[in-house]
């Protein structure tokens, strides 16, 4: 008997909000909506309407708002392995010019004392380019040490290198006697 007395309440109740169906209130428009007119009633003998207990309090139910939820396709994670390899390509081709710079610069200071050599320079004002070309090259080896494109005892070797070839040039023109 209950339920034929809610099924007939639910049929008068209205989209509209007045009479019985009147909203409290206490509740906003925005979070629920009022149920329209029910055509059937077979889910109040569901266990949960008969246990629960139905009202005749006016019936509210929340607005249910659908969102897209198609997410976009997630970009699958990149294999370490591969990420690494072209890491390694960009540092290698940025290193590979470091260390051709280097070897240019080196050349450069090499070229520049035979042909100091060849000429006989006459004072020690002739080899002040090539001390300018030899800064220039120390401060290469120092940049490509730094960032790790020549190990530091390797850039030592190169600057010692320069600086021996300087060296014996100025023992060989006289300008230089080294300390025995």
């Known amino acids: 008997m209950a339920v034929s007395c ?6 008068t109740l209205s989209i509209s909000g007045t009479g019985p ?25 569901s266990p949960l309407f008969v246990s629960g207990g139905v009202s005749r309090c006016p019936v509210f139910r929340r607005r249910v708002v ?7 396709a997630k970009k699958k ?3 370490s392995a591969v990420k690494r390899a072209r890491i390694a390509e960009v540092r290698r ?19 520049a004392l035979d042909d100091l050599k060849k000429k006989g320079a006459s004072s020690q ?6 001390e300018a070309l030899i800064a220039e090259a120390y ?13 530091k005892n390797t850039g030592g ?24």
């Open 77 to 79: 994670k990149e294999d």
């Open 21 to 45: 169906t009147a909203r409290p209130a206490s509740l906003s428009s925005s979070s629920f909506v009022s149920v329209g007119p029910i055509r059937s009633c077979g889910f109040l003998s």
């Open 66 to 72: 659908i969102r897209n939820m198609a997410e976009p």
């Open 139 to 151: 401060s290469i080896i120092d940049k490509a040490v730094k960032v790790g494109t020549l190990h």
């Open 125 to 130: 004002d002739d080899i002040k380019p090539v």
């Open 6 to 11: 809610v099924a007939t309440h639910f049929a």
């Open 93 to 111: 081709i940025y290193n590979k010019s470091r260390k051709t710079e280097i070897k240019t610069r080196m050349k450069k200071v090499f070229a």
């Open 157 to 180: 070797n190169r600057k010692s290198r320069l600086a021996r070839a300087k060296r014996a040039l100025e023992i060989q023109m006289g300008w230089y006697t080294p300390a025995v």
